[in-house]
Protein backbone atom coordinates (compact mmCIF):
# COMPACT_ATOMS: atom_id res chain seq x y z
CA UNK A 1 0.00 0.00 0.00
CA UNK A 2 0.61 3.61 -0.15
CA UNK A 3 3.16 4.83 2.47
CA UNK A 4 5.20 7.83 3.80
CA UNK A 5 8.54 7.39 6.01
CA UNK A 6 9.95 10.34 7.82
CA UNK A 7 12.80 10.44 10.16
CA UNK A 8 13.17 9.70 12.99
CA UNK A 9 12.46 12.70 15.54
CA UNK A 10 12.78 15.03 17.61
CA UNK A 11 15.01 17.27 16.13
CA UNK A 12 17.04 20.12 18.26
CA UNK A 13 18.73 23.15 16.38
CA UNK A 14 19.89 26.41 17.33
CA UNK A 15 18.93 29.81 15.73
CA UNK A 16 19.80 30.24 12.34
CA UNK A 17 20.94 26.10 12.15
CA UNK A 18 20.66 24.26 8.69
CA UNK A 19 17.40 22.36 8.78
CA UNK A 20 16.58 18.73 6.99
CA UNK A 21 13.90 16.19 7.43
CA UNK A 22 13.74 13.39 5.45
CA UNK A 23 10.70 11.98 4.06
CA UNK A 24 10.32 8.67 1.45
CA UNK A 25 7.40 7.57 -0.09
CA UNK A 26 6.27 4.74 -1.69
CA UNK A 27 6.32 4.67 -5.02
CA UNK A 28 2.86 3.49 -6.64
CA UNK A 29 1.91 5.55 -9.18
CA UNK A 30 2.50 9.40 -9.20
CA UNK A 31 1.98 11.01 -6.32
CA UNK A 32 1.38 14.67 -4.91
CA UNK A 33 3.24 15.36 -2.17
CA UNK A 34 3.63 17.83 0.38
CA UNK A 35 4.49 19.04 3.32
CA UNK A 36 2.23 20.25 6.57
CA UNK A 37 3.12 21.81 9.79
CA UNK A 38 0.98 21.83 12.85
CA UNK A 39 1.75 24.66 16.25
CA UNK A 40 0.83 23.40 19.76
CA UNK A 41 -3.45 23.02 19.27
CA UNK A 42 -3.70 23.74 16.01
CA UNK A 43 -4.77 22.11 13.37
CA UNK A 44 -2.18 21.48 9.92
CA UNK A 45 -1.23 24.38 7.89
CA UNK A 46 0.04 23.29 4.28
CA UNK A 47 3.80 24.50 3.97
CA UNK A 48 4.31 23.52 0.55
CA UNK A 49 3.53 20.95 -2.12
CA UNK A 50 5.15 19.39 -5.28
CA UNK A 51 2.70 17.41 -8.01
CA UNK A 52 5.20 15.33 -10.30
CA UNK A 53 9.27 14.50 -10.80
CA UNK A 54 11.48 17.46 -10.56
CA UNK A 55 8.77 19.70 -9.28
CA UNK A 56 10.33 21.94 -6.43
CA UNK A 57 7.56 23.17 -3.68
CA UNK A 58 8.66 26.67 -1.35
CA UNK A 59 7.07 29.12 1.05
CA UNK A 60 8.45 30.61 4.08
CA UNK A 61 12.02 29.49 3.45
CA UNK A 62 11.27 26.20 3.60
CA UNK A 63 11.75 24.28 0.39
CA UNK A 64 11.25 20.14 -0.87
CA UNK A 65 11.93 18.55 -4.27
CA UNK A 66 10.42 15.91 -5.71
CA UNK A 67 12.83 13.08 -6.53
CA UNK A 68 11.53 10.22 -8.22
CA UNK A 69 14.90 8.15 -8.18
CA UNK A 70 14.79 8.08 -4.78
CA UNK A 71 11.15 8.40 -4.24
CA UNK A 72 12.01 11.23 -1.48
CA UNK A 73 10.59 14.88 -0.38
CA UNK A 74 12.96 15.95 2.19
CA UNK A 75 12.31 19.28 3.57
CA UNK A 76 15.19 21.84 4.01
CA UNK A 77 15.62 25.59 5.12
CA UNK A 78 18.52 27.33 5.71
CA UNK A 79 18.13 29.28 8.87
CA UNK A 80 15.69 28.27 10.94
CA UNK A 81 13.89 30.82 13.56
CA UNK A 82 12.45 29.92 17.05
CA UNK A 83 8.89 30.73 15.23
CA UNK A 84 9.82 27.36 13.57
CA UNK A 85 9.13 24.77 16.55
CA UNK A 86 6.27 23.21 15.34
CA UNK A 87 5.74 19.22 14.07
CA UNK A 88 6.14 18.84 10.32
CA UNK A 89 3.99 15.69 8.65
CA UNK A 90 5.15 14.60 4.96
CA UNK A 91 2.20 13.31 2.91
CA UNK A 92 1.13 11.73 -0.28
CA UNK A 93 -1.91 11.85 -1.97
CA UNK A 94 -2.77 10.37 -5.49
CA UNK A 95 -4.90 8.08 -7.70
CA UNK A 96 -8.36 7.25 -6.78
CA UNK A 97 -8.36 7.37 -3.02
CA UNK A 98 -10.28 10.41 -3.10
CA UNK A 99 -9.84 12.65 -0.18
CA UNK A 100 -7.09 10.19 1.58
CA UNK A 101 -3.77 11.68 2.66
CA UNK A 102 -1.59 9.52 3.98
CA UNK A 103 1.13 10.93 6.05
CA UNK A 104 4.08 9.91 7.78
CA UNK A 105 4.49 9.59 11.54
CA UNK A 106 5.84 13.86 12.01
CA UNK A 107 8.94 15.37 12.86
CA UNK A 108 9.02 16.95 16.23
CA UNK A 109 11.64 20.03 15.84
CA UNK A 110 12.48 22.68 18.59
CA UNK A 111 14.66 25.85 17.63
CA UNK A 112 16.39 27.48 20.87
CA UNK A 113 17.78 30.90 20.40
CA UNK B 1 -12.06 34.06 2.98
CA UNK B 2 -13.17 31.46 6.05
CA UNK B 3 -10.80 28.45 6.65
CA UNK B 4 -12.15 25.23 7.62
CA UNK B 5 -14.38 25.81 11.21
CA UNK B 6 -14.68 22.95 13.40
CA UNK B 7 -17.02 22.86 16.45
CA UNK B 8 -16.80 22.18 19.31
CA UNK B 9 -12.84 22.14 19.97
CA UNK B 10 -13.30 20.14 23.06
CA UNK B 11 -15.06 17.77 24.33
CA UNK B 12 -15.62 15.11 27.51
CA UNK B 13 -17.51 12.32 26.85
CA UNK B 14 -18.28 8.94 29.01
CA UNK B 15 -17.49 5.31 27.99
CA UNK B 16 -20.53 4.11 26.16
CA UNK B 17 -21.68 7.55 24.99
CA UNK B 18 -21.68 8.84 21.72
CA UNK B 19 -20.99 12.41 20.56
CA UNK B 20 -21.19 14.47 17.30
CA UNK B 21 -18.84 16.41 15.52
CA UNK B 22 -19.68 19.09 13.08
CA UNK B 23 -17.12 20.90 9.80
CA UNK B 24 -17.71 23.58 7.71
CA UNK B 25 -15.39 24.08 5.63
CA UNK B 26 -14.04 26.76 3.33
CA UNK B 27 -16.66 28.20 0.61
CA UNK B 28 -16.43 26.41 -2.74
CA UNK B 29 -14.90 23.32 -1.47
CA UNK B 30 -17.32 20.23 -1.71
CA UNK B 31 -14.82 17.78 -0.32
CA UNK B 32 -14.94 17.08 3.03
CA UNK B 33 -12.07 14.22 4.71
CA UNK B 34 -11.48 13.52 8.67
CA UNK B 35 -8.41 12.29 10.15
CA UNK B 36 -7.86 10.73 13.81
CA UNK B 37 -4.88 12.11 15.15
CA UNK B 38 -3.53 10.23 18.30
CA UNK B 39 -0.12 10.07 19.83
CA UNK B 40 0.72 6.08 19.25
CA UNK B 41 -0.99 6.05 15.58
CA UNK B 42 -0.74 9.34 14.42
CA UNK B 43 -2.67 11.14 11.48
CA UNK B 44 -5.46 8.08 10.36
CA UNK B 45 -7.77 8.91 7.58
CA UNK B 46 -11.33 8.07 8.73
CA UNK B 47 -13.66 8.74 5.18
CA UNK B 48 -14.23 11.68 2.73
CA UNK B 49 -17.48 12.99 2.00
CA UNK B 50 -18.17 14.72 -1.79
CA UNK B 51 -21.84 15.98 -2.80
CA UNK B 52 -22.77 13.70 -0.02
CA UNK B 53 -21.57 10.71 -0.73
CA UNK B 54 -19.44 9.19 1.13
CA UNK B 55 -16.50 8.25 -1.66
CA UNK B 56 -13.52 7.09 0.59
CA UNK B 57 -13.55 5.29 3.95
CA UNK B 58 -10.34 4.00 6.19
CA UNK B 59 -9.99 1.12 8.39
CA UNK B 60 -12.16 1.94 11.37
CA UNK B 61 -14.94 0.13 13.27
CA UNK B 62 -18.30 1.02 11.98
CA UNK B 63 -19.08 3.15 15.02
CA UNK B 64 -17.05 5.59 13.46
CA UNK B 65 -19.66 7.32 10.68
CA UNK B 66 -20.18 10.84 9.08
CA UNK B 67 -22.66 12.31 6.73
CA UNK B 68 -22.53 15.54 4.67
CA UNK B 69 -25.18 18.02 4.27
CA UNK B 70 -26.06 20.07 0.60
CA UNK B 71 -23.97 23.28 1.79
CA UNK B 72 -20.88 20.62 2.36
CA UNK B 73 -20.85 20.99 5.71
CA UNK B 74 -20.37 17.46 7.52
CA UNK B 75 -20.50 16.23 10.93
CA UNK B 76 -19.33 12.66 11.79
CA UNK B 77 -20.46 10.61 15.05
CA UNK B 78 -18.81 8.20 17.16
CA UNK B 79 -20.98 5.59 19.15
CA UNK B 80 -20.54 3.42 22.03
CA UNK B 81 -17.47 5.49 23.33
CA UNK B 82 -14.06 3.54 24.04
CA UNK B 83 -11.42 5.24 25.92
CA UNK B 84 -9.34 4.45 22.82
CA UNK B 85 -11.47 6.84 20.66
CA UNK B 86 -9.67 10.17 23.03
CA UNK B 87 -8.03 11.61 20.22
CA UNK B 88 -8.10 15.30 17.77
CA UNK B 89 -10.04 14.95 15.28
CA UNK B 90 -9.04 16.92 12.06
CA UNK B 91 -11.29 17.51 9.49
CA UNK B 92 -10.11 19.10 6.40
CA UNK B 93 -11.40 19.84 2.98
CA UNK B 94 -10.65 21.22 -0.61
CA UNK B 95 -11.92 21.32 -4.32
CA UNK B 96 -12.47 18.68 -6.29
CA UNK B 97 -10.24 17.81 -8.11
CA UNK B 98 -7.20 19.19 -6.00
CA UNK B 99 -5.09 17.09 -3.82
CA UNK B 100 -4.53 19.37 -1.57
CA UNK B 101 -6.40 19.67 2.04
CA UNK B 102 -7.23 22.47 4.27
CA UNK B 103 -7.38 21.41 7.49
CA UNK B 104 -9.47 22.76 10.30
CA UNK B 105 -8.01 23.56 14.49
CA UNK B 106 -9.50 19.99 15.12
CA UNK B 107 -11.97 18.41 17.87
CA UNK B 108 -10.15 17.54 21.01
CA UNK B 109 -12.15 14.67 22.68
CA UNK B 110 -11.62 12.78 25.95
CA UNK B 111 -13.19 9.63 26.25
CA UNK B 112 -13.28 8.48 30.45
Known amino acids: GNSVTQMEGPVTLSEEAFLTINCTYT??????LFWYVQYPGEGLQLLLK?????DKGSNKGFEATYRKETTSFHLEKGSVQVSDSAVYFC????????????FGQGTILTVHP | KAGVTQTPRYLIKTRGQQVTLSCSPI?????VSWYQQTPGQGLQFLFE???????NKGNFPGRFSGRQFSNSRSEMNVSTLELGDSALYLC???????????FGPGTRLTVT
Open chain 2, 27 to 31: SGHRS
Open chain 1, 91 to 102: ARAGGTSYGKLT
Open chain 2, 49 to 55: YFSETQR
Open chain 1, 50 to 54: ATKAD
Open chain 2, 92 to 102: ASSVDGAYEQY
Open chain 1, 27 to 32: ATGYPS
